[in-house]
């Protein structure tokens, strides 16, 4: 009984043993197919690991049916025939060229590249590369090269918003074109392992400076029309309270002084009730880059923040229709490709006639002395609005990237108030009109050493149309007093040329330079009571010059220093703008990073402040004598932490503004007249950020605070900006949970000065609070994807007061009524996304 104990024990031995040889052996069979599919079905069969050049490995084929007895043989075997060798690393088979034997030692090589996304060839601009433990970027074409010393392989690592993150290991004998797998994707059958994905923010990096990933603005609850500017409300530093899209309100800018740039030329923004739908289309979007401050001499033209936009290229490989239809709009994006190396996309938004029921938005009435009444105006708004993009874009073959971009978007606003209050009766119809064109042309150079050009002419242009008719009917005399007859047309236009060149010189040196013209034009008309109150036609134009130095210095510090040159024709004069910019690594977590600079702006949106203190802006070009050159300085600190996906930034900043204007009518208070004066703002940014598996969460929190200082103010002293705010939290979520995806966004906001008394004190903040939630279920064949999605805005029906839509007007001779147009109510929307 032992005896057969043992045998039956030795038995099994063996044939475990015998089971673990057979599991070791690899086997081949292939006929006439390319080595990179060859290996990456050795991958999931033997769970091999495996790092190569899938483009450079697909070039070669091989035939081959045998058995090997462990990896190793497999892949000697394979690797034979062609000029490849393999270095196994930590379990990793890494594949690359073999190097010339002459090559005894590392030496300085021009290290460069392509980054696409994986499927339809897009180029990803801005891209973070990592070479060497030494941080660098991509340019607009996806393109990068640097200098580097090394030997045969570099250590790379690659990541973009929205995407796999790469990190392997290349030869520097070759340009590389390396595609990145995108994380929100539309094929079920895709499943990727082992790889992290860069997905929401990225924060910390450069001082004053974060990247979005417009993949994930969809996600969160919303009309869909306004997804890009919802993701960038609940950033810190971005103003969301008060619900102000259609003018970025940036580390306490003023309206004007932060611009939006879509594709190299200009967007402004256009009129919306509720501000549901961006001045640009969503569909259009692919990178997302927001400069809160202390940006580098390579942007200008603005004092507050920039928020840099790029558009997708469109499918080279397959023709591609989008249908995305809301509550409020339709809208349309179709990808063509030419010729596979060429797309054109055309994208196309409307609203829907009679959007507005004049029973769901009203305007709460409260008397000059504050107290509240239970009287409130019915307003009847009408809203029409519609945009078309077209854009043609391809690459040589060189690889250099062009495009023609263009862009027409137009709405029309009008609301009318017919109202009883006690003895008279309210006439009031008032309308806005805006029309906006931009177009840009691009052409990106890769130079044999290395060096990059990109060429570029770009125009945009705003018409605005303000009309406005006030009477008071007397009720018991059927007589009417005319209170504000007012009708101003405003245009504003830029037409600029431009060149920007990025020059790698050694490896601690990387010259950036450039420059161009740009011409500058405004028309102001006002006319009130048949009179001629302004008509200022103002042109400049405008020589432009920068030139930037980035150091890097070893792995942990880099430096950029620069200056900005101008030359206005208009003023005949210079202005020279240093700037000056650090970051510093204690280790791969921690960093800091610093920025300094002066900023010129030289076209402005001037502030009237009419005789009720209601507010509005107006565009024009500056002249020095009516309306200065506008200047600030902006002083920026950043500290951040990354760690397993874990983020935490703090940035503070103090920056100040000379060169204001307002022009005051405010009779009851000051001379009429037009004034000048400066403000200054400081504030501390803090956002904590955590990515796990395929969900983000984030908290966003600023304390600011912002004064401006005027000559017509009687003591002398700063005084809170009328988009002052002390506080402001802003929390969000996306969960991942396939084929259903929820989320939710919280904001919360201390209030804005919007009430002022005859002695121009303060008179109350209104508090800001909204929760929206959404979630959306994505349905899936071979031919159609689509998404359905459900979102409430306001999910507790919190009144809110919009910032933009605050409104004084007179009673009569003594008394007047506040307006206040209240912000989004409790609203379910239903969007339905459709792509073929």
């Known amino acids: 009984m032992r005896m057969s104990r043992i045998t039956f024990f030795i038995t099994g031995v063996f044939l475990l043993f015998a089971l673990c040889l057979k599991a070791q052996k690899v086997s081949v069979n292939a006929d006439d197919k390319p080595l990179n599919k060859v290996l990456l079905e050795l ?315 004049p029973t769901q938005y009203t305007i709460h009435r409260n008397d000059s002395s504050g107290t509240i009444h239970n009287i409130d105006i019915n307003v009847v708004p009408k809203y029409v609005f519609r945009d078309l993009n077209i854009k043609y874009s391809g690459k040589t073959k060189d690889n250099n990237l062009y495009y023609i971009s263009l862009y027409a978007g137009g709405d029309n606003f009008n609301y009318i108030i017919n109202q009883k209050i006690y003895f008279r009766k309210i006439l009031k119809n008032t309308s806005e009109n805006n029309l906006q064109f931009g177009g840009s042309l691009f052409y990106g150079k890769t130079w044999k050493n290395g060096w990059t050009s990109n ?63 740009i011409a500058d034009r405004s028309l102001l008309n006002i006319d009130t009571f048949g009179s001629n109150l302004s008509n200022l036609n103002m042109q400049a134009g405008r020589l432009q010059f920068y030139l930037q130095d980035k150091i890097q210095l070893g792995n942990h510090l880099s430096f950029r220093v620069g200056y900005r040159f101008n030359y206005a024709a208009n003023l005949r004069k210079k202005y020279i703008e240093p700037r000056l910019s650090a970051e510093f690594s204690f280790n791969k977590y921690w960093k800091i990073n610093f920025a300094w600079g002066i900023y010129n702006q030289f076209i402005t949106k001037t502030s009237t402040l009419d005789n009720q203190g209601n507010y509005r802006y107006l565009w024009a070009v500056c002249d020095n004598i009516n309306i200065p050159v506008l200047q600030s300085v902006h002083n920026v600190l950043g500290l951040s932490f990354f760690k397993n996906n874990f983020t935490f930034s703090a940035e503070t900043y103090y920056k100040t503004i000379q060169g204001l204007t307002r022009f005051v009518h405010y009779k009851n208070i000051v001379t009429p007249d037009l004034y000048h004066g400066n403000s200054r703002s400081y504030g501390l940014d803090l956002m904590i950020k955590k990515d796990f598996r395929r969900n983000t969460a984030w908290i966003a929190y600023s304390l600011a605070k912002t004064e401006e200082h005027f000559s017509y103010f009687p003591d002398g002293k700063y005084r809170r900006a009328p988009q002052d705010q002390r506080h402001e939290l802003k929390l969000a979520v996306l969960i991942n949970l396939f084929p259903f995806f929820l989320s939710a966004n919280y904001v919360y906001g201390s209030g804005f000065p919007v009430s002022y008394s005859q002695q121009q004190r303060i008179k109350k903040n209104y508090p800001y609070s909204r929760l929206d939630a959404s979630v959306s279920y994505k349905f899936l064949n071979r031919k159609l994807k689509g998404e359905l999605g459900l979102s409430i805005m306001n999910l507790l029906n919190t009144q809110n007061i919009k910032f933009s839509n605050f409104e004084r007007i007179p009673l009569n001779q003594t008394s007047g009524i506040n307006l206040y147009a209240e912000a989004i109510p409790f609203t379910p929307t239903i969007y339905l996304n459709i792509s073929l």
């Open 455 to 517: 060429f570029s002419i770009s125009s945009s242009a705003l018409t605005e149309k303000y009309n406005d008719n006030y009477r008071i009917e007397k009720l018991w005399n059927h007589t009417f007093d005319t209170l504000n007859i007012e009708n101003s047309l405003n245009k504003l236009g830029e037409f600029r040329i431009k060149v920007d060149n990025v020059s790698p010189l050694t490896q601690i040196h990387t010259l950036e330079w450039g420059g161009g013209l």
């Open 43 to 357: 991958r999931e069969r033997q769970h091999l690991k495996f790092s190569f050049d899938d483009e450079l490995l697909s070039h070669y084929t091989i035939s081959l049916h045998q058995i090997f007895q462990n990896s190793d043989e497999a892949i000697e075997t394979l690797l034979k025939p062609f000029p490849l060798t393999y270095n196994k690393q930590q379990g990793v088979y890494v594949i690359y060229p073999k190097i010339s034997k002459t090559r005894q030692s590392p030496e300085t090589v021009l290290f460069s590249g392509y980054i696409r996304e994986k499927g339809t060839g897009e180029p990803l601009p801005y891209s973070h590369i990592i070479i060497n433990e030494k941080p660098f970027l991509s340019d607009l074409s996806g393109y990068f090269s640097q200098k580097i010393t090394a030997d045969s392989l570099v250590e790379v690592k690659i990541s973009h918003l929205g995407y796999y993150i790469l990190d392997t290991l290349l030869s520097v004998a070759k340009t590389h074109n390396i595609a990145l797998i995108p994380a929100i994707i539309n094929l079920k059958e895709v499943k990727i392992t082992g790889r992290h994905i860069d997905f929401a923010t990225q924060i910390g990096q450069r001082a004053g400076v974060m990247k979005l990933n417009s993949k994930v603005a969809s996600y969160l609850p919303g009309y869909g029309d306004n997804s890009v500017f919802n993701l960038l409300r609940l950033q810190a530093g971005i103003l969301a309270s008060g619900e102000q899209t259609n003018e970025l309100i940036i580390w306490g800018s003023y309206e004007g002084q932060s611009k939006v740039m879509f594709d190299g030329f200009t967007v402004y923004g256009l009129k919306n009730f509720n501000d549901n739908i961006s001045s640009f289309n969503p569909l259009m979007a692919k990178d997302i880059e927001v400069m809160k401050g202390g940006f580098d001499a390579r942007y200008g033209e603005r004092v507050g923040g920039i928020v840099n936009i790029t558009g997708i290229n469109g499918d080279t490989k397959h023709t591609r229709f989008t249908l995305n239809v809301n509550n409020m709009t339709i809208n349309t994006i179709v990808e063509v490709p030419i010729r596979k190396t060429a797309s054109l996309v055309i994208a196309f938004r409307h609203t829907y006639f009679n959007l507005y029921n």
